[in-house]
């Protein structure tokens, strides 16, 4: 498959993040079977076992679905941990290979070997970056596309601005650039695509969704959540990553008298990075609903086509 391709089997240019323990293999599906790429990270499997399973569940459910309908469904995708504390890159990658993964979303190491595995059933591999040396060894490695991972994203993201990291990037590198960062709507994946992006990468706002895994007060939180209820800290998991501060504090630590540092020193039943202390983006400040997957991609869709029309009138020097 080639970028091009990639393209013209989406309604539009959207990948949905792979997040720990909350994508599983039905938001993906269904994020699939309406037009976008949906993602799941291998680790959401406990055992590479499990990740099988999951390859064969996805497999399955868009086999059904292109049965049925006659539609061809847009690929999906999965997120290897590209790192020497991960034991099951390699086992998880054998899955990878033997299933022919359309896409793969390496994180935290852009390795030639595993681009090259990738390239050699005719996959696609993306390789998520928060700054300029990280792209530049992703583009050693020969990947199909950047993903720019700027400030106000969820989970573990940089903080650059992202037409500047864009920007950055695309002096040096000529394939396709993912552009990630707070987009929750339809005209803000327009908006990037006029700045430069091939796609647009979007987690938070999926996380608000009736098929992701996360459990209802999470995705309540969200909604709740403005720009001010998030903190960027690595002291939860140990890199720079977005938080909501209420799951912080239902952890047991008061931010108002203790530092960021002490995050590390969280113990407990209720004090787990990511299962209970929840990532969101900046993006939270456009949520306002829990919907379908099927209803929120419509949304999107709309918002787009709405954008377009938008530029039209600015060409046309009305309204500006």
Same mark, same amino acid.
Not at 234 to 246: E, H, L, T
Not at 287 to 315: A, D, F, R
């Given at each position: 498959?080639?970028?091009?391709? =990639?393209?013209?089997?989406?309604?539009?240019?959207?990948? !949905?993040?792979?997040? +720990?323990? *909350?994508?599983?293999?039905?938001?993906?599906?269904?994020?699939?079977?309406?037009?976008?790429?949906?993602? +799941?990270? /291998?680790?959401?499997?406990?055992?590479?076992?499990?990740?099988?399973?999951?390859?064969?569940?996805?497999?399955?459910?868009?086999?059904?679905?292109?049965?049925?309908?006659?539609?061809?469904?847009?690929?999906?995708?999965?997120?290897?941990?590209?790192?020497?504390?991960?034991?099951?890159?390699?086992?998880? =990658?054998?899955?990878?290979?033997?299933?022919?993964?359309?896409? !793969? &979303?390496?994180?935290?190491?852009? !390795?030639? @070997?595993?681009?090259?595995?990738?390239?050699?059933?005719?996959?696609?591999?993306?390789?998520?970056? &928060?700054?300029?040396?990280?792209?530049?060894?992703? $583009?050693?490695?020969?990947?199909?596309?950047? &993903?720019?991972?700027?400030?106000?994203?969820?989970?573990?993201?940089?903080?650059?601005?992202?037409?500047?990291?864009? #920007?950055?990037?695309?002096? +040096?590198?000529?394939?396709?650039? *993912?552009?990630?960062? /707070?987009?929750?709507?339809? #005209? @803000?994946?327009?908006? $990037?695509?006029?700045?430069?992006?091939? +796609?647009?990468?979007?987690?938070?706002?999926?996380? $608000?969704?009736?098929?992701?895994?996360?459990?209802?007060?999470?995705?309540?939180? &969200?909604?709740?959540?403005?720009?001010?209820?998030?903190?960027?800290?690595?002291?939860?998991?140990?890199? #720079? $990553?977005?938080?909501?501060?209420?799951?912080?504090?239902?952890?047991?630590?008061?931010?108002?008298?203790?530092?960021?540092?002490?995050?590390?020193?969280?113990?407990?039943?209720?004090?787990?990075?990511?299962?209970?202390?929840?990532?969101?983006?900046?993006?939270?400040? @456009?949520?306002?609903?829990?919907?379908?997957?099927?209803?929120?991609?419509?949304?999107?869709? #709309? @918002?787009?086509?709405?954008?377009?029309?938008?530029?039209?009138?600015?060409?046309?020097?009305?309204?500006?």
């Amino acid at each position: 498959m080639t970028i091009s391709e =990639l393209k013209s089997q989406l309604k539009l240019p959207v990948i !949905v993040s792979p997040m +720990f323990i *909350v994508s599983g293999t039905k938001m993906a599906a269904e994020c699939c079977k309406n037009g976008i790429v949906g993602s +799941f990270p /291998s680790l959401n499997g406990r055992h590479t076992e499990d990740f099988e399973n999951m390859l064969n569940e996805i497999k399955s459910e868009l086999d059904q679905y292109e049965k049925e309908t006659g539609k061809k469904p847009a690929p999906y995708a999965v997120n290897l941990i590209v790192n020497k504390t991960n034991p099951r890159l390699m086992p998880d =990658l054998e899955k990878v290979i033997k299933h022919k993964v359309p896409i !793969v &979303i390496t994180s935290l190491g852009a !390795v030639k @070997e595993i681009v090259d595995a990738v390239h050699s059933y005719g996959g696609l591999i993306f390789h998520d970056v &928060i700054k300029k040396r990280h792209a530049e060894k992703a $583009a050693e490695a020969g990947v199909d596309g950047i &993903i720019c991972v700027s400030a106000g994203a969820g989970g573990h993201a940089g903080t650059a601005h992202p037409f500047a990291l864009m #920007n950055e990037v695309k002096k +040096f590198y000529k394939g396709a650039i *993912v552009m990630a960062g /707070s987009i929750s709507t339809g #005209n @803000e994946v327009l908006a $990037a695509q006029v700045a430069g992006a091939d +796609f647009c990468y979007m987690g938070t706002r999926f996380i $608000a969704t009736e098929e992701c895994l996360a459990v209802p007060e999470y995705k309540q939180m &969200i909604i709740d959540s403005g720009i001010s209820d998030i903190v960027y800290t690595d002291g939860v998991s140990g890199v #720079n $990553a977005n938080f909501i501060i209420k799951s912080i504090e239902n952890a047991g630590v008061d931010l108002s008298h203790k530092k960021e540092e002490d995050f590390s020193k969280l113990t407990g039943e209720h004090a787990k990075a990511w299962k209970d202390i929840w990532s969101a983006g900046h993006g939270v400040t @456009e949520i306002s609903e829990v919907l379908p997957v099927k209803k929120l991609i419509e949304k999107l869709e #709309n @918002e787009y086509k709405q954008g377009i029309e938008k530029v039209k009138t600015i060409e046309s020097g009305i309204n500006f």
